[in-house]
Nanobody, 121 residues
Framework: QVQLVESGGGLVQPGGSLTLSCAAS????????MAWYRQVPGKQRELVAH???????NYADSVKGRFTISRDNAKNTVFLQMNSLKPEDTFVYYC???????????????WGQGIQVTVSS
């Protein structure tokens, strides 16, 4: 099994910044990709940003130019730097990892428990 633990959320004023972190641990042979999603209760989870093992990234249109995803492969950690935050960025943010537990096994999907980000004055 693999555990993903998010940190860094909280309350921030509009225009402010936050950095989310997600550390993966457990039965990890390799991490193929990591991503951040966000969700409000009753609605579908949406992709915010995605990064491959090689460092290729893609972003939701709503966060392009404001959010940056990065990863530290040595520490199995992914980050989401969020700048110029808006009230509409208020969500629970979830970390996702596509992880191979063994060399020969298939990749598996893992999720963190979610962390609240609230943008409000």
């Amino acid at each position: 099994q693999v555990q993903l633990v998010e940190s860094g959320g909280g309350l921030v004023q509009p225009g402010g910044s936050l950095t989310l972190s997600c550390a993966a641990s457990g039965s990890i042979f390799s991490i193929q990709a990591m991503a951040w999603y966000r969700q409000v209760p009753g609605k579908q989870r949406e992709l915010v940003a995605h990064i491959t093992s090689g460092g290729s990234t893609n972003y939701a249109d709503s966060v392009k130019g404001r959010f940056t995803i990065s990863r530290d492969n040595a520490k199995n950690t992914v980050f989401l730097q969020m700048n110029s935050l808006k009230p509409e960025d208020t969500f629970v943010y979830y970390c996702n990892g596509v992880v191979k537990n063994t060399r020969s096994g298939p990749p598996n999907d893992y999720w963190g428990q979610g962390i609240q980000v609230t943008v409000s004055s």
